[in-house]
C-alpha cells in the first residue's frame, strides 16, 4: 500500500556503446533476422514494403530501441513495438518534411495487449486500456463506436443501471470518474438523460482509461479517469456524414494549409419528429417511474408535438503548427439536452393545461500550447473552462404550485508541464495545476413561497513531479510520480503518490503493479428522488471540508498477462478504499434515503479475461468478482453491501470478422444489485410509515441480456466508404429489474414496490458515409 506521504524517484540507467566499425549495406529483411535472434522479438510487415530495401545495418551494441530508431530515421517505414515481443512495420503517411536539424523520434508506447476484446482496444504495458475508434471492431449490441458503451466490455467497468451517466469502475459512482474531452473536464457525459454517450463515436481519435496507476497530472476522480482526444492526427480532408434511429449528424476535417487544419463537427436527435422503435423503447426506459410517466395514477402524460424532446452536441477544433518547434490547439464543445413536457385535464372549472421543462447542457473550451525547444525538452501550457447547467420548472396539474431547480457548475483550469528527456528511455516531468471550481444550487416554490440560493467556490493549487523510466530492452518499465494539492479555502494539503511498474519475463507474460492515492473536490448528490423531474435528480455539491467531506482514496493492484499467438489471459487483482462518501451521494431509496451520513466504502476483486483467435473468428469471456462494502459509522449496523456491488459479472463474445464483413453475438449475465425490503408491507395506523430491514439485505433477481450486431462496409468510390451496420440490444426481450424501491400506498393503506426495467429488446440501423 502506497504511504500517505513520499516520493518514490528512481533513477538507474547503465548504457553500453561499442565503437562503431565499417560494415556494408544489407537487406533490410537480413536485418529484421538478426534483430529476431539477439531481442526474442517478431516483426510483421508487407513483403512488397521492405523487399527491396536495403541499408548499413545499425550497430549490434545498441540497444533495442535505438536500433527501431536507426532503422525508421534510415527508412520511410514506421515502427511500433506491439506487446513488447512484436513489431509492426508500416509505410510512413506522407508528411510535411522536418527541417533537417530536427530529430525525428520513434514512439514507444508499450502495449501490452493489441486486440484487446475486439480491433482498436489495446490494453498498454502500464494497465491503462487504449481505444482507437477509428479502428475499432465490431461489439454485440453496438451500432457506432460509443466510447462509453465500449468501455463497459471491459471487465471491472459496468453501469449498475444501464447508463452511461451512471458509470462505475471498480465499485466507484459516476461522479467519482474524471472524463476529460481534449483536456475539458466534462460534468454531462450523456444524451436521452443517460442511454446515449454524449461525444460524437465518428470524431474521436483516442480514448485512454485508467482504472489505476493514472499520471499525477491527473488530479479529482478517486475512481477512474476516461481521456478523450479527438482532432489530433494530422491526415488529409475528410468527411463523415451518419445516421441511426435516433440521431444523425457530421464531422468534417478542413486541411487548410501544410501547418493547418480546421475540425468541425454536429449532431442532433430526429426525436421531435421521428419517433422510431428505438426512441420508444428508449423512451419507456429512461422515463419511467418519473414526472413523466408517473404522476399520480401511473399513466403516461401527452406530449406537445412540438420540439418536446430532443438533444444536440456541437465540437470545433483549430490546429496550427507555428514554426517548426510550436503547436496551437483550440477545441471547443457544447452538449445539450431539452424536454419540454406538456399536461392537461379537465377539472370542475374547465380544461387546465400546464407546461414542463428540464434542460441540461455542458459548454467547454480548451486553448493548448505545446512548444519543442529541442529534442529532449518539451513544454506544455494549456487552459480550460466548462461550464454545466442542469435546471428544471415542474408546474404541478393539480394545483398552483411551480417548482424550479437549478444545479451549475462552473470550472477552470490552467495547466503547465515541461517534460525533459534525461536519457532516451529515461524521461522527467514537472508541471503545476490551478483549479477554480464554483458550484451552485438554487430551488424557489411560489406555493408556500420558498426561496434557497448556495454557491460555493473552492480553488487548487497542484504541484507534480513525475519519473518515467524504461530497461534498455523494453521489458521493465517503471513510472513514479507525486502530485501535491493545496486547497485554499480549507488550508489543506494533500499528497498523492502514483505508481505504475511493468516487467515482462519472456515476451509472453507479463507483470504490473500499480497504486496511487487521489482526492476529489466535487460530487454529485440527491436531495429528493423527484427533483429534476425525477430524470436527472443528482446534483453537483462541493466540499466544505465538515458535512461535505473532501473524497480520498487508495488502491492497490496486482495484474498478470500471457499471451501468444492465439491465446490472452488477463488476471488483475485490485482492493480500493475510498472515504469521505455520503448516504446523499449512494442514491439510497430506503431508510437512508433522508439521513445525512459520511462514510467509507472498501471494494477488492479479481477481473479476469481469456481471449482466443480462430483468425476470422475470435471469442472472449470475462469474469469479475468484487466484494463492495459501505462504512458508516454514526448507523447500526455499520457495515453493509455497497448499492454498487456487483458481486459475480460474466459476459462472452464470438465476433466474426471476414473482409468488410463483421458480425457479434454477446451475452453478459451478473448477479442483482443490492435492495432493502420492508419488515411488513401491512401498514398501521401507530405506524404509518415504512419500516425497512437492514439497509441492503436482499438482492434482485440476476441479470442477463443476449446482443448481437452486424456490419458491412462498400467501397463507393475511390476514396469514399459506405458502412450499414444492424444492433439488437436484449435480443431474447429479457424483463431484467434493475432497481426496486417501496413506498406508501394510501388507498391501500400497504408499502408496494416500484420496479425499474432495463431495456427491452431494441433494435437500432446505423447508415455512415466516409468521404
Known sequence: MIKKKGLLVCAFFLM??????????????????????AYGVHFNFIEEEVANVSIFPPNPALPLAKKIFYLENRTDLHFEVVAGVYITVSKKPVVEVPPPEKEVRVSLDEVAVEKYLTTGISKKADGAYLIKPKKLGILPGLTDTDVLQTMQQIPGIYSADETVTNINIRGGTHDQ?????????????????????AFNPNLNDKIEIFKNGTSAFYGEG???????????????????????????????????SDKAFFTVSARRSMTDFFRSPTYKKYYNRIFQNTVVTDLNNNQAVDYQNNEDFYFYDLTAQYHHQVGAKNELDIATIAIRNLLDLNESTTTENGFVSKNSTLGQQNFGINLYWKTNWDDRNTTIASFYASHYNLDSQYENINNSQIQKQKNSVSDNGLRVEHRHRLQDLWSLNAGYQYIETGVRNDE???????????????????????????????????????????????????????????HSFDGHFRMTISAEQKSQTVSQAVDLQQDFLGVEKRRWVIADNSQIPIQRSRQAEIGFTWKNKKWLVTFDNFIKKVDGISTSGQSFQNQLEFVKLNGSYRVYGTELLVQRNFGKVYSWMSYSINNNKYNFPEYIPPKFPSNYEIAHMVSGAVIYDWRQFKTALGAKWYTGRAETTPI?????????????NNPNNERLGNFFQVNLSVSYQWKVFKKGNFEASF?????????????????VNTETNSAESVNTYALGRTPNLSLKLQI
Open 680 to 692: 411488513s408491507t401491512t401498514l398501521t395506523p401507530n405506524q404509518p410509515g415504512i419500516i425497512y
Open 177 to 197: 470518474n474524471l472524463f476529460l474531452w481534449n483536456g475539458i473536464r466534462m460534468f454531462q457525459t450523456g444524451h436521452f438523460f443517460g442511454l446515449i454517450s
Open 727 to 743: 444492433a439488437v440490444l436484449n435480443l431474447l426481450n429479457k424483463h431484467n429489474i434493475i432497481n426496486r424501491y417501496y413506498r
Open 16 to 37: 553500453c556503446w561499442a565503437s562503431v566499425f565499417a560494415q556494408q549495406k544489407q537487406p533490410l529483411k537480413t536485418i529484421f533476422g538478426d534483430i529476431e535472434k
Open 222 to 256: 478517486v475512481s477512474g479517469v476516461v481521456a478523450i482526444t479527438s482532432g489530433a492526427a494530422k491526415t488529409d480532408s475528410t468527411t463523415c456524414i451518419s445516421s441511426n434511429l435516433i440521431w444523425a449528424g457530421f464531422n468534417t476535417k478542413l486541411r487548410m
Open 444 to 502: 424557489e416554490i411560489n406555493n408556500p413561497a420558498f426561496l434557497r440560493f448556495n454557491k460555493k467556490v473552492v480553488r487548487t493549487h497542484a504541484l507534480i513531479l513525475e519519473s518515467d523510466w524504461k530497461a534498455p530492452n523494453n521489458l521493465t518499465g517503471l513510472k513514479t510520480g507525486l502530485r501535491s494539492n493545496y486547497i485554499k479555502e480549507f488550508d489543506k494539503f494533500i499528497l498523492e503518490p502514483r505508481l505504475q511498474f511493468y
